[in-house]
């Protein structure tokens, strides 16, 4: 008769381990960039629309919505964000509020958060910490032809809509870089 091993820690050393998987934010209170990566493979990308409520209480919700249902959807292993540096302007205290909330998400969820500066990302994908958004959008087609369809728009407005994707993208290639 074979001896059935009962033991834990060779039940899991048969499961094998999926790689770690990064959801990669460009957080704004309008337009929200996202991107999954496991294992190198972007396996989600696009642009949450934030929808604006009669006050920032309501808009603070709906970000915060999006972000717990890219969560529960995704199931990262890492949160990776874009650091957030604020300028005079209206949205700017809102956006603090919700980088704070993603923060706290990544808690309550047990999620690893990491965090870069725009310039480092710049830097690390480009070559350069003041490349322009359209040089940061270049590199990530280079690692990814089949975004081509978002680089080269009709109107500016879509340009600008994407550049909130490729720059997610951007983020969560530096994570998988360095994890």
């Known amino acids: 008769m074979e001896k059935v091993s009962t033991d834990r820690k060779s039940a899991s050393?048969?499961?094998?381990?999926?790689?770690t998987r990064?959801?990669?934010?460009?957080?704004?209170?309008?337009?929200?960039?996202?991107?999954?990566?496991?294992?190198?493979?972007?396996?989600?990308?696009?642009?949450?629309?934030?929808?604006?409520?009669?006050?920032?209480?309501?808009?603070?919700?709906?970000?915060?919505?999006?972000?717990?249902?890219?969560?529960?959807?995704?199931?990262?292993?890492?949160?990776?964000?874009?650091?957030?540096?604020?300028?005079?302007n209206k949205n700017s205290s809102l956006l603090k509020v919700f980088a704070e909330e993603i923060r706290?998400?990544?808690?309550?969820?047990?999620?690893?958060?990491?965090?870069?500066?725009?310039?480092?990302?710049?830097k690390f994908i480009c070559g350069n910490g003041w490349a322009k958004k359209k040089q940061v959008a270049q590199a990530v087609l280079a690692r990814y032809p089949e975004l081509k369809v978002y680089y080269t728009q009709d109107r500016a407005w879509k340009e600008?809509?994407?550049q909130n994707m490729f720059d997610a993208v951007a983020v969560g290639v530096m994570v998988d870089k360095h994890i």
């Open 160 to 162: 600008r809509f994407h």
């Open 104 to 122: 706290l998400i990544a808690k309550r969820k047990k999620l690893k958060l990491v965090g870069f500066a725009p310039s480092s990302i710049k």
């Open 22 to 88: 990064i959801l990669a934010i460009d957080p704004g209170t309008r337009l929200m960039g996202v991107a999954v990566l496991q294992g190198g493979k972007l396996l989600y990308h696009g642009v949450e629309v934030i929808q604006r409520g009669h006050s920032p209480h309501q808009t603070l919700k709906h970000a915060r919505k999006a972000v717990l249902r890219l969560v529960r959807d995704f199931e990262p292993d890492i949160l990776a964000v874009e650091k957030v540096f604020f300028a005079n």
């Open 13 to 19: 050393q048969s499961m094998p381990k999926r790689p």
